[in-house]
T-cell receptor, first 115, second 109 residues
């Protein structure tokens, strides 16, 4: 298994500002993912963070709004840019070895409130 | 389209057994996962099925039938701490996880 440290655990931000969420894995992983989870709902994949190349975004999510970095095999960041109250949500980092038989592990999540 | 169905909410009694069902329709299949998520926390891995049959892990078991597009999570000897949401997820042909909406399980004394 892998241990994923995600921070901050929560934040309250002013609209129009940006927040960067960090995700550190204790071992090298191939795949890292960023999810958003609205209260009482399931997970929505934002993007797959690719090491050494641009992230792959899902429909409805764009790089200008959610820039992602993946400088190495153990670390990634997600920035929520120009925030509005609609961005209030829980953001989760996930990682896996990408070998097709490995479960995905999650960070503790970041609870974001935009006021 | 891709779809994962599971009941929204279930209630069970402490010490009893509960079965949470999950049906899926996905483009390809590369495994099915069950996760537990307590309120305000991140999901934690419970089980993984890629072949038909039952996988047992202590009080939790998970079953898969690929031909029926069906899985269930069986929880035995329920404890109050088992009150949580249980998420079913299927890895599709692109190795992407498709998530169900989750089943909120309420345990009563």
């Amino acid at each position: 298994s892998a241990v994923i440290s995600q921070k901050p655990s929560r934040d309250i931000c002013q609209r129009g500002t940006s927040l960067t969420i960090q995700c550190q894995v204790d071992s090298q992983v191939t795949m890292m993912f960023w999810y958003r989870q609205q209260p009482g709902q399931s997970l929505t994949l934002i993007a797959t963070a690719n090491q050494g190349s641009e992230a792959t975004y899902e429909s409805g999510f764009v790089i200008d709004k959610f820039p992602i970095s993946r400088p190495n095999l153990t670390f990634s960041t997600l920035t929520v840019s120009n925030m509005s109250p609609e961005d209030s949500s829980i953001y989760l980092c996930s990682a896996g070895r990408g070998d097709g038989i490995t479960e995905a592990f999650f960070g503790q999540g970041t609870r974001l409130t935009v006021v | 389209g891709q779809n994962i169905d599971q009941p929204t909410e279930m209630t069970a009694t402490e010490g009893a057994i509960v079965q949470i069902n999950c049906t899926y329709q996905t483009s390809g299949f590369n495994g099915l996962f069950w996760y537990q998520q307590h309120a305000g926390e991140a999901p934690t891995f419970l089980s993984y099925n890629v072949l038909d049959g039952l996988e047992e892990k202590g009080r939790f078991s998970s079953f898969l039938s690929r031909s029926k597009g069906y899985s269930y999570l069986l929880l035995k000897e329920l404890q109050m701490k088992d009150s949580a949401s249980y998420l079913c997820a299927v890895r599709d042909s692109n190795y992407q996880l498709i998530w169900g909406a989750g089943t909120k399980l309420i345990i009563k004394p």
